[in-house]
């Protein structure tokens, strides 16, 4: 139990559950220089010339007819722009969460079609027949050349209707990544609730005879939405939207369920919000009612650090998963980081189930009252 493994060098996020967040946090030799972290990507000499990754002029755009598109830091800051981000990685990670794989950001752990190799093999529920671990430039743009060529087929676009290419997405093009990634989650989640009308600006920059030219524009990367065409809205951030003695009667009820079940063990739970943030009474809670026997070596029963308690609650979430209990995208760090509402999303799932079950699926059990 415990220990990690890294698929390609210092980038790679196949994870042991039992992983420290903390510990992925390595050195990347490709990564942010000083200059791009300070600057957002621009040189701070010169807010009007980008710089390479490493920190460098960018010799696409300096080169005669070279021309590239940059996100200037008021469009990378911008508050929808960065939920869009948020869900599709929580999106992304729920999915192959069986299989211990987590993207922390889309920007540079997408490139190499690693990760959407198996993020489309388990959406499409299809084998690629792609290497699965390419280590050189060549041999992941050719992965990545496969997994795109299918997944374009998939969403019956050709090449050139496509808003990404291999060349954009492996040069960590964002934009092109997260219009890649909306269509998947068009095609294969369409209630998954992305942020709508999400638009940013955009700089284009080219090499002309007279030297450097910018142009400004305005990429849509989510469509406007109607009332009418939205998706149902999140229960729980509605729930949280009322009074707060509203919030109290759901996680009274919910807590005075959770005893119920819990008291054979000779446990109960006083405070919802942070007793379940290690996963070892979310796991007791799930074996009891799920029928399932967990054995002590699969998990950490006093857990003393936050890396056992991601641990526990990876654990818990799969289990519940399997189970078809896990209605919404829920981040393992949300419920070891005490977040009230991911909280209560997990247990909701076990409250309906089981409080139907026991009045003979009389009641139905939709937002919570």
Request: charged share 25%.
């Amino acid at each position: 139990m415990g220990g990690a493994s890294q698929v390609i060098g210092a980038r790679a996020l196949w994870l042991h559950p039992a992983l420290l967040p903390g510990a992925f946090q390595l050195d990347r030799s490709w990564g942010k220089s000083r200059f791009t972290a300070l600057c957002g990507g621009w040189d701070c000499g010169n807010p009007k010339l980008p710089l390479t990754p490493q920190g460098e002029k960018d010799s696409r755009v300096t080169a005669a007819g070279g021309k590239k598109r940059y996100l200037p830091p008021t469009s990378r800051k911008d508050p929808k722009f960065e939920e869009l981000q948020k869900v599709l990685m929580e999106w992304i990670n729920t999915t192959l969460l069986p299989e211990h794989i987590v993207v922390r950001s889309l920007e540079e752990d997408m490139f190499d079609g690693l990760i959407l190799h198996h993020l489309f093999q388990r959406l499409a529920a299809l084998k690629l027949e792609a290497e699965d671990i390419a280590l050189t430039a060549a041999s992941q743009k050719h992965k990545l050349a496969v997994v795109l060529e299918a997944v374009n087929r998939s969403l019956q676009l050709e090449e050139r209707q496509a808003k990404w290419s291999v060349e954009t997405i492996f040069n960590k093009d964002l934009l092109s990544t997260l219009h890649l990634l909306v269509a998947l989650a068009k095609r294969f989640q369409p209630n998954l609730s992305l942020p709508t009308n999400v638009q940013v600006e955009v700089i284009t920059i080219e090499s002309t005879k007279s030297g450097l030219k910018s142009e400004k524009s305005v990429e849509q990367l989510t469509e406007y939405s109607t009332d009418k065409d939205q998706p149902p809205k999140d229960v729980f951030d509605e729930l949280f939207k009322l009074a707060p003695e509203k919030v109290n009667a759901v996680k009274e009820a919910i807590v005075n369920f959770v005893n119920q079940k819990l008291d054979r063990l000779g446990l109960s739970v006083q405070n919802l919000d942070t007793q379940f943030a290690d996963g070892v009474i979310l796991l007791l809670l799930i074996g009891q009612l799920e029928g399932f026997f967990l054995h002590l070596k699969e998990f950490y029963l006093t857990p003393n650090s936050p890396a056992e308690m991601l641990h526990n609650v990876t654990l818990a979430l799969e289990l519940l998963k399997d189970e078809g209990l896990l209605s919404c995208p829920v981040s393992p760090e949300d419920i070891v980081n005490k977040d009230a509402k991911s909280t209560l999303r997990v247990l909701y799932g076990l409250f309906c189930k089981h409080t139907q079950r026991a009045h003979g699926d009389s009641i139905p059990c939709g937002a919570p009252n």
